[in-house]
């Protein structure tokens, strides 16, 4: 099972998400939104399929106020693709990990599977 991180300040969202060497997915959400609760388990089971080739990263937009502002994050669950330490795609709402994958482009990080 793949590792879902938190970052709630500044310096873990510097150190996991611009300063990655990875392509990153962040879930901006908060604990008291439903929709992230039912998006939740779709951005966990991005992170299992995708293992070592993206990171996913949880963000609490009440927790780091700061960060949600600089990515004008205005309706929750926004989920947000970061290459090179910049937001390249974004998808708002919930939504299935198809759509999620479809709209943020995923596939082309997908490991080979082997036969």
């Known amino acids: 099972m793949a590792t879902v991180i938190k970052a709630d300040d ?11 060497t990875v392509p990153v997915v962040v879930d901006f959400w908060a ?41 004008g994050i205005r309706g929750i669950p926004t989920i947000g693709l970061f290459e090179g330490g910049k937001l390249t795609k974004q998808a708002v709402g919930a939504r299935p990990r198809h759509a999620i994958e479809s709209e943020l482009g995923l596939s082309r990080f997908a490991i080979a599977e082997k036969k």
């Open 31 to 71: 604990a008291w939104c439903g929709p992230c609760r039912t998006v939740a388990p779709e951005v966990e089971a991005l992170a299992d399929k995708y293992g070592a080739s993206i990171k996913v990263v949880k963000v609490d937009v009440d927790a780091n106020q700061t960060v949600a502002g600089r990515y």
């Open 10 to 20: 500044q310096a873990t969202f510097q150190r996991e998400v611009l300063d990655a």
